[in-house]
Structure formats: structure tokens, C-alpha cells
């Protein structure tokens, strides 16, 4: 082995040996060493320095279990000039997330759901406009969500009970969802922005499905909203709770559904008898809603219809058929709002009318009471 081979064999095994004597520093392509990253704890605020304009703090903190928001504060509570924060979900420089700065005496802050049980790392340092030195304030404070994003973990609402929520954080998604009863009912959906701070919305969704949106509430600040539909019996909706504006939204809502029985169907098919020469009380229980109705005729001769608007906030309307279909109209009726309105008919002997009672337009929105007498004195 000749003189040079033999040095150069010796440069490596001394090389070698140094690498396994050294410890191995996690250190990034920007020259940013992880190792010395100090560990946070959460929800408490921490004081760092900057003792010099190059001068680098590291820090790491361990998100828990909870489905979570984690808020990063950063305070420039005494340095000299700006002071940047990075927030990385690795011990490496290309995984940054985001990054704060704050001025002067400035205060800059971010709130984002992040992974659970997982570490991230923190480095804050000079602005690179600046040769800021001097102190400042951090702290990663958790908010847990009150009320998860997915379908899947899905919040029940209960029937009938006004409840609070809170949008946690900006771009927060509150996915709730409820089971129909087996009643022919409408269930008005009433959202009540109570204290987020802009616009807010509800979906409704037919499935756990982004494709099925049935409808949308809106309720800008400190107004409520609803709307009442009928769905269908013995069924599972979800519903979607967001910010509707580009802005940054959170705050506390209420949110409510609520049953209303149907008391008369809105079909032929399951359509209520009414009794000759009686008053009958009923109700249009929610807009759009249709009551239909049957009677039979004792004998020939001329029957009066008398229709009374005892509540109803609006114009409401009726028609009578000779037979169970719509197109078979004999005569109709409009009345206003606490008034009544009679018109005779001549009608068969032992034979089964059908009548609806609706809004008169599809664009009022109509409840209340109303009556019907039929009469064939």
C-alpha cells in the first residue's frame, strides 16, 4: 500500500469516528437547528429575547387528543423593531404553515385547527427588513371545538330545544344533524346570531352529502332567522353552521328545530273529512303549506261554503273539486286577513267533493287560523 493510499484511509477513519462521536443535530437547508427548540406549554404565555439581529429562538409544543384550534399569539412586548414568528409542522424549513409579525409594540395572532398528538416547531427571529433586538411574548393557547367538522362526528340536536354553539375560530364548520319524527310535520329551522360578530348561515342537507342541499338561512349580526319546511318522516338531516361573509367570523349562535304537526295533509289521499253544518278550525301551520279536505253530500241541492280568516297574517284562498283532482275545479275563494267570504254550490246527491285551503300567493308568507262551514239548510 503505497504512502498516499494510506493517509487518505486514515483521513476517512478519523472522519468517521468523529460523525459517530458527534451527536446528530436536526439542522434545516436554511441553517435553522431544531435541536435547540425549547418546549411550550400550552396556554400559558412565555417571555423570549432576541440578544442580537441575527440572533434565532426555537420552541416546539404538542397538540393533545381534542379536536382543536390553536391560537398563536405573538407580542413585541420590547424589541427594538419588527419580530417575525414561523410556525413549522416538522423539524424542517420546508413545512412552514404560516408566519406572524409584529411591529413595534404590535401584537400579531393565528388561529387554525391542527393535527392531533402531533409536534410543532416554532422559530422566531428579527424581521428581515429589520435589526430588531429585545424582548417579546408568545403563547399557543388551544380552543377546543365545541362541535366537530365532519359528518361523521356529527353533533344530535334535539327536537324542540333551543341550544348554543360557537363558531371557535375563524373558518370554523359546525356540522349538526336530526331525525325526523314519524308525524306528517313541517320543522321550522331557526338560527339566532347572538353574538358572532358578522353574517352567519345553516344548510340544510337531505344526506351527508354536499350534492343534497335542500335550503339556507342567513342571520346577520344579532338577528334571527328561520324557516320551516316539510320533510320527510323518520329520517336523518344534517345541517351546516358557517360564516357567509369573507371576513373573519367567530362568536356564539342558537340554533333550534323545532316540530310542527301538520293538522291538516296536504294531499287527497290522506285528506280530512269535514262534517256537514259545523264549524271547523284549522290552521296553514308554515309557508307553502296546503290543507286539503273531503265531504259528502247527504242529498241534492245547493250547499254553502263559508270560509272565515280568523289569523292568518295574509290573503288566503280556496278551491273546491269534483272529484279528487286538481283539474277538476267547480268554484274558489279568496279572503282577506280577519274577514270571511260565503258562496253557494249545486251539488249531487251522495257524492264525495274534495277542497284545499292555501296562501293565495306562493310568495306571501302565510299562517294562522281559518275556518270552514259547509251548510245545506
Do not use: W
Not at 358578522?198 to 342571520?219: G, H, M, P, Q
Amino acid at each position: 500500500m503505497n504512502k498516499k493510499y494510506k493517509n487518505a484511509l486514515g483521513i476517512i477513519i478519523i472522519m468517521s469516528l468523529i460523525v459517530t462521536i458527534i451527536p446528530y443535530n436536526i439542522v434545516s437547508a436554511e441553517g435553522l437547528n431544531y435541536n435547540l427548540s425549547s418546549q411550550l406549554e400550552l396556554n400559558k404565555q412565555v417571555t423570549g429575547e432576541l440578544k442580537s439581529i441575527d440572533d434565532i429562538n426555537y420552541y416546539k409544543f404538542t397538540t393533545t387528543s381534542n379536536d382543536s384550534f390553536y391560537e398563536i399569539e405573538l407580542r413585541n412586548s420590547e424589541a427594538t423593531d419588527g419580530v417575525n414568528l414561523y410556525l413549522y409542522s416538522e423539524n424542517d424549513s420546508t413545512t412552514q404553515s404560516y408566519y406572524l409579525s409584529a411591529s413595534k409594540s404590535g401584537i400579531d395572532s393565528n388561529v387554525q385547527k391542527l393535527e392531533r398528538n402531533h409536534t410543532y416547531y416554532i422559530v422566531v427571529k428579527s424581521d428581515i427588513y429589520c435589526s430588531s433586538i429585545g424582548k417579546y411574548k408568545i403563547m399557543v393557547n388551544e380552543i377546543k371545538d365545541d362541535v366537530p367538522d365532519t359528518y361523521k362526528d356529527s353533533v344530535s340536536l334535539p327536537l324542540n330545544k333551543k341550544k348554543t354553539y360557537t363558531l371557535d375560530a375563524d373558518g370554523d364548520t359546525d356540522i349538526f344533524k336530526f331525525e325526523t319524527t314519524k308525524n306528517d310535520s313541517f320543522y321550522n329551522i331557526e338560527l339566532s346570531n347572538s353574538e358572532a360578530n358578522d353574517e352567519i348561515r345553516v344548510e340544510l342537507y337531505y344526506s351527508d352529502d354536499l350534492t343534497t342541499e335542500l335550503t339556507r338561512i342567513y342571520a346577520s349580526k344579532s338577528i334571527s332567522a328561520s324557516k320551516g319546511l316539510k320533510l320527510s318522516k323518520k329520517h336523518t338531516y344534517y345541517l351546516i353552521v358557517q360564516k357567509d361573509t369573507d371576513t373573519s367570523v367567530e362568536g356564539k349562535y342558537k340554533l333550534k328545530i323545532s316540530e310542527i304537526k301538520d293538522d291538516a295533509p296536504d294531499s287527497f289521499n290522506k285528506c280530512v273529512s269535514i262534517p256537514l253544518n259545523k264549524k271547523k278550525t284549522y290552521k296553514l301551520d308554515m309557508d307553502g303549506d296546503i290543507d286539503f279536505f273531503k265531504f259528502k253530500t247527504s242529498k241534492k241541492g245547493t250547499y254553502t261554503l263559508t270560509l272565515a280568516n280568523k289569523s292568518a297574517n295574509d290573503l288566503i284562498s280556496t278551491q273546491i273539486y269534483s272529484e279528487k283532482d286538481v283539474t277538476q275545479v267547480l268554484g274558489d275563494m279568496y279572503v282577506f286577513t280577519t274577514s270571511k267570504s260565503s258562496k253557494t254550490f249545486k251539488l249531487k246527491a251522495n257524492h264525495t267533493y274534495y277542497m284545499s285551503v292555501s296562501e293565495f300567493s306562493e310568495y306571501d308568507n302565510v299562517r294562522g287560523a281559518y275556518s270552514i262551514t259547509i251548510n245545506n239548510k
